[in-house]
């Protein structure tokens, strides 16, 4: 019996071992500004390819607004002009300043289709803000996809929730 337990035993570690080699190998490190950032493989979406930059949480500065979406949508919605006013404002008055515009989505849909959303919500704060003047060096628009919910569990008032666009500064 322990015979047969330990060959057993050692293709299950090997098995689990081999699931993480795998994850890890879709992953590259890159610097960007002196920071290093994990890099996930591009997404395909249809015949757009869409790169998502998962940032570590220690880069975050402080959080400046969020833009709220419908299921499955990407449009910034005329009540939140004021919060892009609001961050143009600031981002006009101190031109050193940068933002990271992160995009995230509810769990519904696959993790590729969620990144891809996340990082298309992103790049519509983005050009928001351009449209008010910001220049596109100092916004730059991430993707988390379903990856860091504003509230766990899954029902419509969480999901609306977690279907934003937060900015933060960059320290």
Known sequence: MIKHLIPLTLIAVLAGCAGVQQSTER??????GGMSIQK?????????????????????????????FDFDEYVVKPQYVPVLESVTR????????????????DAAGSTEYNLALGQRRAEAVRQGLARYGVSQAQAEAISFGEEKPALPGRNDEVDARNRRAEIWTTP
């Open 90 to 105: 600031m981002l006009k008055d101190k031109p050193g300043m940068k933002v990271t515009l992160e995009g995230h989505t």
């Open 27 to 32: 992953r590259t490190i890159t610097h960007h």
């Open 40 to 68: 996930p493989a591009p997404v395909s979406m249809s015949s757009r390819n869409v790169e998502s930059v998962v940032a570590p949480d220690s880069v975050r500065g402080t959080q400046l607004g969020i833009v709220y």
